[in-house]
């Protein structure tokens, strides 16, 4: 502000030059309904006037009527100021020659035109009414200003404040209230300061704060919204997922692990609720520190997925209030395409004598690999078992299971022992009867055979075969039977035998060569043969030459479920 002693020579001229009388102050002023303006002024008086004494100035509102004044600010404590400008029309200091006037709470009413009047004892007076003062109030348009921290960071105590401008200290009292949904929790007591104290939640982060300023003996309200700007660390961190040619995104909010089938697209995109927005990018594993991503933006496309691509995929979101880590784990299957998916089959499987019991061994491929089970009786062996009187070992490679069972224990006649092979396409059996009975009790062990094929054709032909080789064995003469050492009985072979299919144009093996002496039929054109192997030989009881002996044989079914 300029000093007043300065404002004449700025005006033009110097103190000395100056007219006896004159008054230098602005024409016209306007001013807002309840706010305040400060009019400069200078005055100047004959240099008779600098005697001493005591000078008194005064503010008037020129009437309506010639002659009625008003008079509004004055030093003089003897003359009364009206009631409706006291305390509100203040003037300078006049022994600097300040005639400024001071205006608080400015009121509709008080439009007007005022002017400047001096007094000095024993030297007069004088009002300066060739220039005078016009002031215009109008509604109050101007908004309130409302200051924010530069950052207004969630969850940490801020401060704001709401000011009026041209409101001055002294002036008529304000009312002021805050508004706005990010105020909700607070106490109503504490929305009517122009200084508001709150704690920002992210969920604040675009929400509209609105400060509303009343001027006393006023009704109109002025107010300002702002918008607030909510700095909040991510938050929410989610991982979209598209694949089987989608297109639209899955989100996944708690998600750990994704499975998709070998050679598949996927799309991945990670998305971070955070103001401002975080920096995503994408790593193998756990981030490290300095650790290098594998994609710089929110989205990782993986066009091929094989096996190298299995493991852990970690999405960070970096911001400068706090960083957040989500993981994902990525399974491939793998799709074999060596072979389809078929149901199980039995192409081998046995059983033999051994000095320590009955050993029976079964193998099935499948495509996924097999189960194998043994059925003995009414009872289930499986997996791999061991007692004192049998032993269960199973194993499995690839698309093939196998299975053995050694039975150490005395086994009754008609037992029935089936092996078991099944996937979920399909369960398949192959049974072994167990009839001998005199074997049974006199030596503890019997014939055991397991079947080959499944049709009903060809088990009749296999046990064709095996009726005429027993025959023609007991037709033999004795020098070309097996010769039995003095003082052992003579023994009947146990064997294990396969039947098998040939086309017309293979040849049968030695071991089926009793079958050449059967008469031709059309069965040569698909033949069938039955495989038989004495592994062993076991002692009989001697019977009586006079006696007839009756055939022993084994009774194979194959089954499929």
Not at 31 to 52: A, D, T
Not at 138 to 162: G, M, N, V, W, Y
Not at 276 to 283: I, K, V
Request: glycine share 6%; with cysteine.
């Amino acid at each position: 502000m300029v000093p007043l002693l300065l404002l004449p020579l700025l005006w033009g001229g110097s103190l000395q030059e100056q007219p006896d009388y004159e008054l230098r102050v602005q024409e016209s002023v306007r001013v807002q309904e309840g706010l305040c303006v400060h009019v400069p002024c200078y005055f100047s008086y004959p240099r008779s006037w600098f005697s001493s004494g005591t000078l008194y100035t005064y503010w008037y509102r020129d009437g309506d009527n010639t002659g009625h004044k008003i008079l509004v600010a004055t030093n003089n404590g003897v003359k009364s100021v009206t009631t409706e400008f006291r305390n509100r029309f203040l003037l300078a200091d006049p022994k600097t020659n300040d005639c400024s006037l001071s205006i608080r709470d400015a009121r509709m009413r008080d439009t007007g035109t005022y002017f400047f009047r001096v007094e000095k004892e024993n030297c007069g007076n004088y009002s300066y009414k060739e220039k005078k003062l016009k002031l215009q109030v109008t509604a109050l348009t101007d908004k309130p200003d409302i200051h924010i921290p530069e950052l207004l960071e969630a969850d940490r105590s801020t401060q704001l404040t709401c000011s009026l401008p041209g409101a001055c200290e002294g002036g008529g009292p304000l009312t002021f209230s805050w508004v706005g949904g990010a105020l909700d929790s607070l106490n109503p007591q504490t929305l009517h300061s122009s200084v508001l104290i709150f704690t920002p939640k992210p969920q604040d982060h675009g929400t509209n704060l609105t400060c509303q300023v009343k001027c006393a003996g006023s009704s109109v309200i002025t107010q300002r919204t702002v918008w607030l700007n909510v700095f909040y660390a991510p938050r929410h961190l989610i991982i979209g997922i598209s694949f089987r040619n989608v297109t639209a995104l899955k989100i996944l909010q708690t998600i750990s692990s994704l499975t998709i089938l070998e050679g598949e697209a996927v799309r991945l995109l990670c998305v971070a609720d955070s103001n401002p927005p975080a920096e995503l990018s994408w790593f193998r594993g756990s981030p490290a520190l300095n650790a290098t991503p594998i994609s710089s933006t929110a989205t990782l496309e993986l066009l091929h997925v094989g096996t190298e691509e299995e493991g852990e995929f970690s999405c960070r979101a970096r911001h400068p209030l706090g960083s957040q880590t989500l993981s994902l784990s990525l399974s491939v299957v793998r799709l074999c395409t060596c072979s389809p998916l078929t149901p199980p089959e039995l192409p081998g499987h046995s059983c033999s004598w051994e000095d320590q019991g009955l050993h029976c061994s079964c193998s099935s491929r499948a495509q996924p690999a097999p189960s194998l089970r043994w059925r003995l009786g009414a009872g289930l062996l499986e997996g791999n078992h061991s007692n004192a009187s049998c032993r269960v070992t199973s194993r499995s490679a690839g698309p093939w299971a196998n299975s053995s069972l050694s039975l150490s224990r005395e086994l009754s006649a008609g037992l029935r022992l089936s092996c078991e092979a099944s996937n979920v396409h399909g369960t398949q059996s192959a049974a072994v009867l167990l009839l001998t009975r005199k074997s049974v009790s006199q030596a503890g062990v019997v014939p055991a055979a397991l079947g080959g094929a499944g049709v009903m054709a060809l088990l009749s032909l296999c046990l064709c075969l095996l009726f005429l080789y027993i025959v023609r064995a007991r037709r033999k003469p004795a020098a070309e039977r097996p010769r039995v050492r003095d003082g052992e009985d003579p023994v009947v072979g146990t064997a294990t035998w396969s039947c098998k299919q040939k086309s017309s144009t293979e040849r049968l093996p030695d071991q089926a060569s009793s079958a050449e002496d059967a008469p031709p039929s059309e069965e040569q054109q698909e033949l069938q043969y039955a495989n038989v192997n004495f592994h062993r030989m076991k002692p009989q009881e001697p019977q009586d030459q006079g006696a007839t002996s009756s055939p022993e044989y084994s009774e194979i079914k194959k089954t499929r479920k």
